[in-house]
């Protein structure tokens, strides 16, 4: 028998990897700024996933999921 975790275990970090701990540039903060931009995308795939578990998702919330897949899988998105 299969066992599917449950979206429980793939709860993105509640802190991103890879953060400046004391930015003191703007590069450093550009940084750190685009990592909590992916951080939130994470974060925005896991929630819609939570809240359609088990429902047909709208297509709206569809569009919003995909296009966020293919931002964090590097193919753009619309």
Known sequence: MVE????????????????IDEPKTEKDILHNSVVYEFAMYDWMVYSIALEYRGKEMPEQAR????????????EGGS
Not at 5 to 17: A, F, H
Not at 63 to 74: E, N, P, R, S, Y
């Open 4 to 19: 599917i975790p449950s979206l429980d275990n793939l709860r993105p970090p509640y802190l991103p990897e890879g953060l």
């Open 63 to 74: 569009k919003v999921f995909d296009g966020l897949q293919a931002i964090l899988k590097g």
